[in-house]
């Protein structure tokens, strides 16, 4: 079975200080990782996938997250906040297994703040 | 606009309406499903769709009962709820489940009150 963990469940920063949010994973297959974005009020938005290519996985609005096997990690990282940045993130886990997709399992979030 | 649309946006009942969430999406994916997102809980998959066929319910109450009739809508109905069913109700949808899968597109929810 699959499982996911976000190490913080709030995360401050300063507008353009770097940002990392930390999130491991358990998994039986080979997973597939995601991070999706919530900003207030709103729905989730897909920021990055991790399915087996590149372990360095570039999304949008400058985020990046390094799959780390060894680690069972895969941290969401951005070098420089911006105000707009200001939401909650999560990273979601599914397993690959004969060729089909299980379901997204997610991680309870961590809510990213960025001061002035 | 992501491609998903939820109706309503926000939906306050009592405890013993009937009301239903409606979602729609025009992305011509063919799996559909429902999540409730409570405050500092990890969103919970509900139920799943794949093809118009229900092919998960992670033990709902009967309270909640959905419905596909075609790939592009899905809806949830309510009936007799109670408080703690207050919350986000997200719907999403994905193209088939193979791999190098793309993930889910969600619609923004509707924000649920039961009184």
């Known amino acids: 079975a699959q499982s996911v963990t976000q190490l913080d469940s709030h995360v401050s920063v300063s507008e353009g200080t770097p940002v990392l949010l930390r999130c491991n994973y358990s998994?039986?297959?080979?997973?597939?990782l995601f991070w999706y974005v919530q900003h207030p009020n709103k729905g989730l938005q897909l920021l990055l996938k991790?399915?087996?290519?590149?372990?360095l996985v570039k999304g949008i609005n400058g985020f990046e997250a390094e799959f780390k096997k060894s680690e069972t990690s895969f941290h969401l990282t951005k070098p420089s906040a911006h105000m707009s940045d200001a939401a909650e993130y999560f990273c979601?886990?599914?397993?690959?297994?004969?060729?089909?997709?299980?379901?997204?399992?997610f991680g309870k979030g961590t809510k990213l703040s960025v001061k002035p | 606009e992501t491609g998903v649309t939820q109706t309503p946006r926000h939906l306050v009942m009592g405890m013993t309406n009937k009301k239903s969430l409606k979602c729609e999406q025009h992305?011509?994916?063919?799996?559909m499903y429902w999540y409730k997102q409570s405050a500092k809980k990890p969103l919970e998959l509900m139920f799943v769709?794949?093809?118009?066929?229900?092919?998960e319910n992670n033990s709902v109450p009967s309270r909640f009962s959905p419905e596909c009739p075609n790939s592009s809508h899905l809806f949830l109905h309510l009936h007799t709820l109670q408080p703690e069913d207050s919350a986000l109700y997200l719907c999403?949808?994905?193209?088939?489940?193979?791999?190098?899968?793309?993930?889910?597109?969600f619609g923004s929810g509707t924000r649920l009150t039961v009184v």
């Open positions: 991790y399915t087996s290519a590149a372990t």
């Open positions: 992305l011509g994916h063919n799996a």
């Open positions: 979601v886990v599914s397993e690959n297994y004969g060729g089909s997709q299980g379901n997204l399992i």
């Open positions: 769709y794949s093809l118009e066929e229900r092919v």
């Open positions: 999403a949808s994905s193209q088939d489940r193979s791999w190098g899968f793309p993930g889910y597109t």
């Open positions: 998994s039986s297959y080979s997973p597939s």
